[in-house]
Nanobody, 120 residues
Framework: QVQLVESGGGLVQPGGSLRLSCAAS????????MGWYRQAPGKQRELVAAITSGDVTNYAESVKGRFTISRDNDPNTVYLQMNSLKPEDTAVYYC??????????????WGQGTQVTVSS
């Protein structure tokens, strides 16, 4: 199994910045990709950014140019640098790890989430 622990959330004013961190432990070698999802009140959980084991990145259109995902391999940690934050970025941010299981599809591991609030 994989354990994911997020940190770095908090309250920030519009236009400000935060950096989220996700520390991964357990069978990290089994993950094909890691990333960040977010869920705002009344909305579905959505993909924010992802990075593969080959360092290929993917971003939601709404955060392109503002957010940057990166990772370290030892220890295994994924980061989300969030700049130019907007009130609509307010959400619980979840670290995600995915593992492709042959013949079974993709399994997702989730952290407990960290609250990001963008407000004056």
């Amino acid at each position: 199994q994989v354990q994911l622990v997020e940190s770095g959330g908090g309250l920030v004013q519009p236009g400000g910045s935060l950096r989220l961190s996700c520390a991964a432990s357990g069978s990290v070698f089994s993950l094909n990709a890691m990333g960040w999802y977010r869920q705002a009140p009344g909305k579905q959980r959505e993909l924010v950014a992802a990075i593969t084991s080959g360092d290929v990145t993917n971003y939601a259109e709404s955060v392109k140019g503002r957010f940057t995902i990166s990772r370290d391999n030892d220890p295994n940690t994924v980061y989300l640098q969030m700049n130019s934050l907007k009130p609509e970025d307010t959400a619980v941010y979840y670290c995600n790890g995915e593992r492709l299981v042959s013949g079974r599809g993709t399994y997702h591991y989730w952290g407990q989430g960290t609250q990001v609030t963008v407000s004056s």
